[in-house]
């Protein structure tokens, strides 16, 4: 199994471009997260989603939409970027167990973006 | 609603020093998974711990030991004998028991550094 792959691994976007960065996963999950990291901020949630067709709004949404078509891919669209949303963004899955679910959560390797 | 805090910022220590990273958190439900990631300078998180809240036996891997104490809303981690390999930015996180996802809830990470 490859996991949880992002692509891309860095981008540089000019005020107003759009953007969607790619996250993908082999291992069957039902859920998927879009996590950023800011510094000195943590791992703060944007996205998520419990199963194709369903997603949600984390923490800090904002400038950012998903859509969940298929189990496997989970992209996260910048429509019009902005300087604020120069950070790491980690991707993540997860399954259920036994009807409840794994809790622990299968981190990607990252993208980091830069918005000037 | 669920809070983590790390309040060490950044620590500091010489090769072969026990080190203590604390967490404490906050959260209405009774039932509710703690967990440790390490994010070490080549950026990606690895998992090191997950922990439930009905289970608050210590546990030890190795040189990595646990302490979880609900009547204080701890969850601290120990590095005995630390090395330089041991530097890496560490996160607690928390994440509340209920069908349908498992976002989690990160802290703002201490960064470590292990000097030789």
């Known amino acids: 199994n490859a996991g949880v792959t992002q692509t891309p691994k860095f981008q540089v976007l000019k005020t107003g471009q759009s953007m969607t960065l790619q996250c993908a996963q082999d291992?069957?999950?039902?859920?998927m997260s879009w996590y950023r990291q800011d510094p000195g901020m943590g791992l703060r949630l944007i996205h998520y989603?419990?199963?194709?067709?369903?997603?949600d709004q984390g923490e800090v949404p904002n400038g950012y939409n998903v859509s969940r078509s298929t189990t496997e891919d989970f992209p996260l669209r910048l429509l019009s970027a902005a300087p604020s949303q120069t950070s790491v963004y980690f991707c993540?899955?997860?399954?259920?167990?036994?009807?409840?679910?794994?809790?622990?959560?299968?981190f990607g390797p990252g993208t980091r973006l830069t918005v000037t | 609603a669920q809070k983590v805090t790390q309040a060490q910022t950044e620590i500091s220590v010489v090769e072969k020093e026990d080190v203590t990273l604390d967490c404490v958190y906050e959260?209405?439900?009774?039932?509710?998974?703690l967990f440790w990631y390490k994010q070490p300078p080549s950026g990606e998180l690895v998992f090191l711990i997950r922990?439930?809240?009905?289970?608050?036996q210590n546990e030890i891997s190795g040189r990595y030991s646990w302490n979880f104490q609900k009547s204080t809303s701890s969850f601290n981690f120990t590095i005995t004998a630390s090395q330089v390999v041991d530097s890496a930015v560490y996160f607690c996180?928390?994440?509340?028991?209920?069908?349908?996802?498992?976002?989690?809830?990160f802290g703002k990470g201490t960064r470590l550094s292990v000097i030789a």
């Open positions: 959260t209405r439900d009774t039932t509710y998974y």
């Open positions: 291992m069957n999950h039902e859920y």
């Open positions: 993540a899955s997860s399954y259920k167990r036994g009807g409840r679910s794994s809790y622990e959560q299968y």
């Open positions: 989603s419990v199963g194709a067709g369903i997603t």
């Open positions: 922990r439930n809240s009905f289970d608050e």
């Open positions: 996180a928390l994440s509340e028991v209920f069908e349908g996802n498992t976002p989690l809830v």
